[in-house]
Each structure stands twice: as C-alpha cells, then as structure tokens.
C-alpha cells in the first residue's frame, strides 16, 4: 500500500502577520486566512499537513506605478514559484507549519 500525506499550502503575506497603512481591509483578509489555515492544521494532523506561506512582495504589475516600490527589490514570480515548489518534497518526519518567504531587504 502507497503512504499518501496529501499537502495543503494556503498563501496569506506578510500583512497576515503585520499591519500595513492604507490596508485595512486586505491586513483583515491575509489574517483570517493564517487563521483558517491554523484551525485546519489541527482538525487535519496527521492525515493532511498544512502549511501556510506568508511572502513579501512579490513584483506583479500591480506595483506598476506605486511611489516608494523598485521591482529589483521584490521576489521575482519565478523565484517565488521556486521556492514554493519546494513544500511539496520535504521529508514527511517534517512539519512545516509556516514559511517566510521575503525579498533580500526583508519586508516592504
């Protein structure tokens, strides 16, 4: 019989784990997100292993234009795509519960 551990990865961001001026409502989503994420790991250990990603900023085009920003200082899609894709080879002994995954100048 093949051992199965199926693997659920929810992305909050960093703003579920800190504030963010002008992002009240966004802040609000990325912590109930880590909140859902935190009850379901428990309902579903040991069967299912849940992880939640918290990344820093991501360049998308949605930073296209906004003062204060340079893409050269946020995680490529690439790179995020990467290290993301790692979650799914940890050996099964692991319990990763949280992941930072942020730009080199750490949070934005």
């Not at 069967?47 to 360049?59: H, K, L, M, S, W």
Request: hydrophobic content about 35%; proline content about 6%.
């Amino acid at each position: 019989k093949k051992s199965i551990n199926p693997l659920v990865v929810i992305i909050s961001s960093t703003a579920g784990k800190v504030g963010f001026p002008d992002s009240s409502a966004y802040c609000t989503t990325k912590h109930g997100i880590a909140g859902l994420a935190k009850s379901l790991r428990e309902e579903w250990k040991p069967d299912i292993r849940v992880v939640t990603v918290y990344p820093g900023a991501i360049y998308t085009p949605i930073w296209e234009g906004r003062e204060g920003f340079n893409k050269n200082d946020m995680i490529t899609e690439k790179d995020f795509a990467i290290q993301l894709s790692t979650l799914e080879s940890s050996p099964l002994s692991l319990n990763i519960e949280e992941m930072y995954i942020l730009p080199r100048k750490g949070i934005l």
